[in-house]
């Protein structure tokens, strides 16, 4: 069944452009729609804002063909059958998702309806927003056999968004009519059905036309809560794998060697068990508070997800004494810094460990020299260079003559650098690495002192005792 469905996307932030240009990658025709006049504007001119693997390329082959950038909502509504509401649900003082720019663009597509439409969730919203929506669209006068509300979260991770979407584990969407449930089936078709992945110009992947991605049908309540439980279950994991580094570094154990034990184990599996300085990201911190603040209104005490904040809060604070055992005084001492986005592969700094260090460590009396591949322009924006803080070509400019590097993001690029070259460079051979990238065992034969995150460090029993004598 090869059917071309027109589809518009409302917004065009990390989720709204990959689904737009990717819904156009498997066949439908999509109107972007944005309110950004300048965005939309950049975009017509294929100028993308973000980092993403791929994106660039779609874009070009379909950038005002199948894919077109509009600023009016009203004539997209009209024209499109399906609608995905992809704009942004940010984290409100309370911890719950800031819905308002859901239920502003719910209202403007109501008062564009006149024939059947599927408006569908595709931002991250919290279970019962689905019976929102609908309230407020029959509010705006609309009636209720001219629409459905189905909900499709997107399970896609910042720098790999096209090949998550295009090779998703799952696509899951949640339905209360057969009519919604039978268009978003013909709008996934393609991927689901294998068809997409035998065209010669598919994205490479996973997937294939023998095993293409699965689609899982759900009820609308059931969808949004695989979106929270999901980032919840894998910040959880992350957190646990801290906790665990934290004891390994007390007994002396290596926790990369415990990771491994633990995630060859087939019901847990090794992925997102990765020791470091904790999760950041615009979603992570966002949907955990979320998703326990839904609970906590539904008379649920999530205080498991209170823990896993609480845990990814502290691992920052031990790193920032791991940093200090390693220094004993802060004031004036030059820090190289590798690393400002939130995780390798993305420019994107929202809620990055890095960039709180950072902040700590000026407020210190630190010079910092810090370099990040993709992030420094953004970075810029919040912690503008001054007398203190200087931003980097490369990462041996960022290290010279410094006092120590740390490195707070797992960027391929660093886990290749010349230690060699990195050991003259440096005024001291000290090395603060808070996403285990490389061997302590290397690092020592290099001559390095090499502090890590749960595995014995070159100088560990030296700074160990150190950290418990810290306040
Ligand atoms: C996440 C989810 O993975 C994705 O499915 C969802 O749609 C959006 O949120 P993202 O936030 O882009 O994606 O990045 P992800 O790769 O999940 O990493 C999140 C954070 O966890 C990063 O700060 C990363 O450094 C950290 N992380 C990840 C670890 O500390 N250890 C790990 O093993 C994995």
Same mark, same amino acid.
């Given at each position: 069944?090869?059917?071309?469905?027109?589809?518009?996307?409302?917004?065009?932030?990390?989720?709204?452009?990959?689904?737009?240009?990717?819904?156009?990658?498997?066949?439908?025709?999509?109107?972007?729609?944005?309110?950004?006049?300048?965005?939309?504007?950049?975009?017509?001119?294929?100028?993308?804002?973000?980092?993403?693997?791929?994106?660039?390329?779609?874009?070009?082959?379909?950038?005002?063909?199948?894919?077109? +950038?509009?600023?009016?909502?009203?004539?997209?509504?009209?024209?499109?059958?399906?609608?995905?509401?992809?704009?942004?649900?940010?984290?409100?003082?309370?911890?719950?998702?800031?819905?308002?720019?859901?239920?502003?663009?719910?209202?403007?597509?109501?008062?564009?309806?006149?024939?059947?439409?599927?408006?569908?969730?595709?931002?991250?919203?919290?279970?019962?927003?689905?019976?929102? #929506?609908?309230?407020?669209?029959?509010?705006?006068?609309?009636?209720?056999?001219?629409?459905?509300?189905?909900?499709?979260?997107? +399970?896609?991770?910042?720098?790999?968004?096209?090949?998550?979407?295009?090779?998703?584990?799952?696509?899951?969407?949640?339905?209360?009519?057969?009519?919604?449930?039978?268009?978003?089936?013909?709008?996934?078709?393609?991927?689901?059905?294998?068809?997409?992945?035998?065209?010669?110009?598919?994205?490479?992947?996973?997937?294939?036309?023998?095993?293409?991605?699965?689609?899982?049908?759900?009820?609308?309540?059931?969808?949004?809560?695989?979106?929270?439980? @999901?980032?919840?279950?894998?910040? *959880?994991?992350?957190?646990? #794998?801290?906790?665990?580094?934290?004891?390994?570094?007390?007994?002396?154990?290596?926790?990369?060697?415990?990771?491994?034990?633990?995630? @060859?184990?087939?019901?847990?599996?090794?992925?997102?068990?990765?020791?470091?300085?904790?999760?950041?990201?615009?979603?992570?911190?966002?949907?955990?508070?979320?998703?326990?603040?839904?609970?906590?209104?539904?008379?649920?005490?999530?205080?498991?997800?209170?823990?896993?904040?609480?845990?990814?809060?502290?691992?920052?604070?031990?790193?920032?004494?791991?940093?200090?055992?390693?220094?004993?005084?802060?004031?004036?001492?030059?820090?190289?810094?590798?690393?400002?986005?939130?995780?390798?592969?993305?420019?994107?700094?929202?809620?990055?460990?890095?960039?709180?260090?950072?902040?700590?460590?000026?407020?210190?009396?630190?010079?910092?020299?810090?370099?990040?591949? +993709?992030? #420094?322009?953004?970075?810029?924006?919040?912690?503008?260079?001054?007398?203190?803080?200087?931003?980097?070509?490369?990462?041996?400019?960022?290290?010279?003559?410094?006092?120590?590097?740390?490195?707070?993001?797992?960027?391929?690029?660093?886990?290749?650098?010349?230690?060699?070259?990195?050991?003259?460079?440096?005024?001291?051979?000290?090395?603060?690495?808070?996403?285990?990238? +490389?061997?302590?065992?290397? *690092?020592?034969?290099?001559?390095?002192?090499?502090?890590?995150?749960?595995?014995?460090?070159?100088?560990?029993?030296?700074?160990?005792?150190?950290?418990?004598?810290?306040?």
């Amino acid at each position: 069944m090869n059917e071309q469905i027109t589809i518009a996307v409302v917004g065009s932030g990390y989720v709204g452009l990959v689904a737009a240009v990717c819904f156009a990658e498997i066949g439908h025709r999509v109107i972007c729609v944005d309110n950004d006049e300048s965005k939309i504007a950049q975009l017509r001119d294929g100028k993308i804002p973000i980092h993403e693997e791929y994106l660039p390329e779609l874009l070009d082959r379909h950038r005002n063909t199948s894919v077109e +950038f509009s600023t009016d909502l009203h004539s997209a509504t009209q024209r499109a059958q399906v609608i995905f509401v992809a704009v942004g649900t940010p984290q409100s003082q309370t911890g719950s998702a800031d819905l308002s720019y859901v239920d502003a663009v719910a209202s403007q597509i109501a008062r564009s309806i006149t024939e059947y439409k599927v408006i569908v969730e595709k931002s991250t919203v919290p279970v019962y927003t689905n019976e929102w #929506i609908t309230r407020v669209i029959e509010r705006n006068g609309v009636p209720r056999e001219l629409f459905d509300v189905a909900s499709n979260p997107e +399970f896609l991770r910042e720098g790999t968004a096209v090949v998550d979407f295009l090779h998703a584990d799952r696509v899951v969407i949640g339905v209360d009519s057969e009519r919604a449930g039978n268009l978003l089936r013909a709008v996934y078709e393609p991927l689901n059905s294998g068809r997409y992945y035998q065209s010669v110009n598919a994205v490479p992947g996973e997937r294939s036309a023998t095993e293409p991605s699965p689609l899982l049908q759900t009820s609308t309540k059931a969808a949004e809560l695989i979106k929270h439980a @999901s980032n919840a279950f894998l910040a *959880m994991k992350i957190s646990f #794998i801290n906790v665990v580094s934290n004891i390994c570094e007390a007994v002396g154990a290596d926790v990369e060697q415990v990771s491994k034990g633990i995630g @060859s184990d087939g019901r847990i599996g090794p992925k997102f068990l990765k020791a470091g300085i904790g999760y950041g990201g615009s979603c992570f911190p966002k949907d955990v508070a979320a998703f326990r603040y839904v609970a906590e209104q539904i008379g649920v005490d999530f205080g498991l997800l209170r823990e896993v904040e609480k845990i990814n809060t502290e691992q920052r604070k031990r790193f920032f004494r791991k940093v200090r055992s390693a220094l004993w005084t802060f004031r004036g001492k030059k820090l190289g810094v590798l690393g400002l986005a939130f995780k390798g592969g993305t420019d994107d700094i929202r809620e990055s460990p890095a960039i709180d260090l950072i902040a700590d460590l000026l407020n210190e009396g630190c010079f910092i020299s810090a370099y990040d591949p +993709f992030a #420094i322009e953004r970075t810029k924006k919040v912690l503008p260079p001054s007398g203190a803080l200087s931003y980097a070509k490369d990462a041996y400019e960022a290290a010279s003559d410094a006092d120590a590097l740390l490195i707070l993001t797992d960027w391929q690029e660093f886990s290749e650098i010349d230690l060699d070259r990195l050991h003259y460079t440096l005024r001291y051979p000290v090395v603060i690495d808070g996403r285990n990238l +490389f061997d302590p065992a290397t *690092m020592a034969v290099k001559g390095f002192t090499y502090l890590s995150i749960g595995r014995p460090g070159t100088a560990h029993q030296r700074d160990s005792a150190l950290l418990q004598k810290l306040p």
